[in-house]
């Protein structure tokens, strides 16, 4: 296992990078610098144990997860996303990036919130991680569905304008 950056460089301990893995144990199928499309941070410290093996700190989400800017500069989703859920109301959000300047935001909301409440502090809180960088339509949803294996995607379909 390595954890690199985006143009394939090892990254140092503590930092974030993507999980590339080599199999070389089954002769008939070796599988050679597969990146998994996990984001990860590299463990500064060793394992407890004694194995001298990289070790992972965390795991910050999927490589396909994250927001493009216009500049080039990447976010994770988890970033931008982190200050919509503290909104009071909102039970679960999905964003999709449709091009450079524009998503839309797919919301769950709990009962007993007016719904142009929740529209407008959600705006508030985009607005405070992202400014203007990409104009988001925010629609509410019932719910947003998970794949077969029990993730949300970023482009599940459900919600209602």
């Known amino acids: 296992m390595r954890v690199v950056d985006r143009e394939g460089n090892p990254v ?7 999980i590339v893995i080599s199999n070389l144990t089954n002769r008939a199928s070796v599988v050679l610098n597969y990146r998994l499309g996990d984001i990860v941070t590299l463990g500064a410290q060793p394992c407890a144990c004694g194995r001298t093996l990289p070790t992972i700190e965390g795991v910050d989400g999927r490589a ?3 927001i493009v800017l216009e500049d ?4 994770h989703a ?3 996303l982190a200050p919509l859920l503290r909104v009071r109301g909102v039970v679960q959000v999905q964003l ?17 919130r007016a719904w ?3 529209q407008r502090d ?3 809180a985009w607005r405070s991680t992202l400014g203007d960088a990409l104009a988001l339509r925010i629609g509410r949803a019932d719910a947003i569905a998970a794949d077969a294996g029990g993730k949300v995607k970023a ?7």
């Open 72 to 75: 080039g500069r990447r976010m």
């Open 64 to 66: 396909d997860d994250f």
């Open 78 to 80: 988890l970033v931008a």
């Open 96 to 112: 999709v990036q449709e091009d450079l300047h524009r998503g839309v935001l797919r919301v769950v909301c709990a009962a007993g």
């Open 122 to 124: 959600l705006g508030l």
């Open 155 to 161: 482009g599940s379909q459900g919600c209602h304008e």
């Open 116 to 118: 142009s409440s929740v």
């Open 12 to 18: 140092a301990p503590g930092s974030r990078g993507e």
